[in-house]
Nanobody, 122 residues
Framework: QLQASGGGLVQAGGSLRLTCAASGRTFRTYHMGWFRQAPGKEREFAVTISRGGGSTDYADTVKGRFTISRDNAKNTVYLQMNSLKPEDTAVYYC?????????????????WGQGTQVTVSS
């Protein structure tokens, strides 16, 4: 089970830190990812991190502004979001994948959190 938190309302240029807490003892065996869904749009990939946390991959739209990290001892993955833009407004979902290396396809993720709303005002 995944529980996402940390969303909120922030002005453009501001920062937020999202947290995704996982239950169970196999967290370290999953690649973790963050996806987002803006109003009226399909859910899209944002970032993923490898099982050990040593490798990451970012969508071009967030590269250089967002940073993913994980603490396997705490069963938690984080998403630090800086220099936020109004177009970052979306529901953000964390997800877990047992499969291929740094997956970007949401079909490769088997567990999903409930989502947390991020709203960036201009």
């Amino acid at each position: 089970q995944l529980q996402a938190s940390g969303g909120g309302l922030v002005q453009a240029g501001g920062s937020l830190r999202l947290t995704c807490a996982a239950s169970g003892r196999t967290f370290r065996t999953y690649h973790m990812g963050w996806f987002r869904q803006a109003p009226g749009k399909e859910r899209e990939f944002a970032v993923t991190i490898s099982r050990g946390g040593g490798s990451t991959d970012y969508a071009d739209t967030v590269k250089g502004r967002f940073t993913i990290s994980r603490d396997n001892a705490k069963n938690t993955v984080y998403l630090q979001m800086n220099s936020l833009k109004p177009e970052d407004t979306a529901v953000y979902y964390c997800a877990a994948s047992p499969g291929s290396w740094l997956p970007k396809d949401e079909d490769e993720y088997v567990y999903w959190g409930q989502g947390t709303q991020v709203t960036v005002s201009s």
